[in-house]
């Protein structure tokens, strides 16, 4: 049997090896500026949900973009304030009584008594405390050895992070369509206006799913906090912003909200318990077949079975962050692949030979 032997050429072997050293320069600069990816990211999604409010004060009168991106920007600011100024005294207070519950809740456990003796009667949950601090010391159990360090570096890269998202958004609103144009004056003539068609379709799909998205998670939020304060649940604002935050990550975000807030419920009085699950599953199911298909279905138009693959993948590379990016991105994808296949089906077939 004949040997076949196949040749390279010199030029080709090295086009291979340039692109998998840039494939891997690629990735290990993702890796390194993760954290900075990840605030332009977070930036992008905010201007795009504040850009349909400073288009509309332009339609409305407000000719110069940078005034318009000013009042916007201040508004949605003054907002957050008036927000956290009517909720922050509230939930500081909440927090403060839960502090001073605290000692008692150790009683009780150590006790074997209350809502909480369970955990002691059942599983000696003090004990195994003990065992566990009398061989490995309190700074073993807690981890408390550079505890304070972490701490403090995560404070700063918060203050610094929250800091560089604003600025970033606030430039994005003001820079960000002479920077769309400056893309669209790169390519051919002939070939714009299916850009500028795909790059609409994308802002529509994206802008409008974080729009939604927001708005969604807000009902979540003030409709638990109204349920639990008229429950009388205890630190019902801080639950009820918990269920907000919560509800922002697609699919999983809800159903943890409701754990933890009927848990805490079920806590207080089995009763409530009770009505606050039922709440939750009632709202769940509005959520999941009312809210969610409007906002995913005029916007994204993604199949639960693609917003399900989507969010896993999202997570699984960025946790929290690549699951609330991974709608918008799906979505993103999907508007130039069927972009991709309609101008290939609208290309003449070659002439016969």
Same mark, same amino acid.
């Given at each position: ?12 072997v ?74 922050i ?20 456990l150590?006790?074997g ?9 059942d ?22 050895s550079?505890t304070a ?15 560089t998202?604003?600025f ?31 790059g ?5 799909t ?26 009388? /649940?205890?630190?019902?604002?801080? =639950?009820?912003? @918990? %269920?907000?935050?919560l509800d922002? *990550? &697609?699919? #999983? !975000? ?26 939750f599953?009632?709202?769940?199911q ?24 989507? /969010?896993?993948?999202?997570?699984? =590379?960025?946790? @929290? %962050?690549?699951?609330?990016?991974? *709608? &918008?991105? #799906? !979505? ?9 296949l ?11 030979g």
């Open positions: 049997m004949q040997e076949r032997l196949v040749h390279f050429r010199p030029r080709a090295l086009v291979v090896l340039g692109i998998v050293l840039a494939a891997a320069v690629t990735i290990e600069v993702v890796l390194l500026a993760r954290s900075v990816i990840i605030w332009v990211l977070i930036a992008v999604f905010l201007a795009l949900a504040l850009n349909p409010a400073v288009e509309g004060l332009q339609r409305r009168g407000v000719k110069r973009r940078g005034l318009a991106v000013a009042i916007a920007f201040l508004g949605t600011l003054a907002g957050i304030v008036a927000i956290g100024a009517a909720f005294p509230t939930l500081v207070d909440q927090v403060n009584n839960f502090v001073d519950a605290v000692p008692g809740y150790v009683e009780d150590t006790a008594q209350g809502k909480l003796g369970f955990l002691e009667r599983y000696q949950i003090v004990e195994r405390v003990r065992d566990a601090v009398e061989s490995s010391g309190a700074s073993g159990v807690l981890g408390l550079g360090v972490s701490v403090t570096k995560g404070v700063i890269t918060a203050v610094v992070g929250t800091l998202i604003t970033l958004t606030l430039f994005m609103l003001l820079e960000g369509p002479r920077w769309v144009e400056r893309f669209y004056s790169l390519l051919p003539a002939e070939a714009q206006p299916r850009w500028r068609a795909v609409r379709d994308i802002y529509r994206v802008g409008g799913y974080v729009s939604g998205n927001l708005l969604i998670s807000l009902i979540a939020g003030v409709t638990s906090t109204l349920v639990l304060l008229g429950l009388g /649940v205890p630190y019902a604002v801080a =639950l009820g912003l @918990i %269920v907000a935050l922002l *990550i &697609p699919l #999983a !975000g809800a159903t943890i909200a409701a754990v933890l807030v009927s848990t805490v419920a079920f806590l207080d009085d089995v009763r409530v318990g009770v009505v606050v699950l039922v709440f599953l009632l709202y769940q509005l959520e999941n077949h009312v809210l969610q298909p409007v906002v995913y279905g005029r916007t994204v138009r993604l199949s639960p079975l693609a917003v399900l693959i989507a /969010v896993l993948i999202g997570s699984s =590379l960025a946790g @929290i %962050v690549g699951a609330l990016g991974a *709608i &918008p991105v #799906a !979505g993103t994808l999907q508007v130039i692949l069927l972009d991709y309609e101008h290939r089906r609208r290309r003449p077939a070659p002439a016969p």
